[in-house]
């Protein structure tokens, strides 16, 4: 009985001893790398904007983004496939960084005020987007440097009687400089300053156009 007991203990101690070498190369496995966080450049606020009449303001309505390609995520796209940019991700998401740009396309000098949602009081118009494409297209083959597409459509509402007074899609390719992250981030930021600096004017001058 004596001599079981301690070949049990002996096994117990094993044990004891592999499960704690065990836990012991567990904590030092190697941990998966950390993806590189990017931003779209923002030089929206610097593009000239036509002069709006003083006091004039626009309604900011909703924008919708494919759910696809408002997060964090880099969205490529070559013939009927579509991949994200491994080992890359935005540092916000892409609709939040949209929404960032637009409100800094409509600070710039002589851009109207862009209102809150809700607040119609004194405000002519209300302006919605969708966006539709938000991609790196590799039209030209993987090895290639692609091309960015950002496409939205955008509407203006009267606030008056909720009747839409304009509707037009914009839509701008900006080529990438080189088939790079860093490069395909540029023409993302390149992109989307062109888009919502043309939302921008053209919905300042709808806006225009209906105030009392």
């Not at 030092?28 to 450049?41: G, T």
């Not at 209300?126 to 494409?133: K, M, N, S």
């Not at 395909?184 to 919905?203: E, L, N």
Request: aromatic content about 8%.
């Amino acid at each position: 009985m004596i001599q079981n007991a301690m070949q049990w203990s002996k096994r117990a101690l094993a044990l004891l001893i592999l499960s704690a070498g065990l836990c012991g190369c567990i904590s030092v496995f190697p941990k998966a790398k950390p993806s590189q966080l990017y931003r779209f450049a923002n030089a929206a606020a610097s593009l000239p904007a036509q002069a709006a009449p003083p006091g004039l303001a626009i309604t900011r309505g909703g924008t919708n983004f494919p759910t696809d390609v408002a997060g964090d995520a880099i969205l490529t796209v070559t013939g009927n496939q579509a991949a994200f940019i491994a080992g890359a991700r935005w540092v916000e998401p892409a609709s939040l960084q949209f929404d960032e740009a637009l409100s800094s396309a409509f600070d710039a000098p002589g851009a109207p005020r862009l209102a809150g949602r809700g607040e119609s009081f004194g405000v002519p118009a209300t302006l919605r987007l969708e966006v539709r494409r938000f991609q790196a297209d590799y039209d030209k083959g993987q090895g290639a440097a692609p091309t960015v597409e950002v496409q939205v459509r955008a509407i203006l509402m009267r606030n008056s009687d909720r009747a839409v007074v304009g509707d037009k899609l914009f839509d701008i390719r900006q080529p990438a400089d080189d088939n790079t992250v860093s490069a395909i981030v540029a023409a993302y930021g390149a992109a989307v300053s062109q888009t919502v600096g043309g939302i921008r004017d053209w919905a300042t001058a709808g806006a225009a156009a209906i105030r009392p």
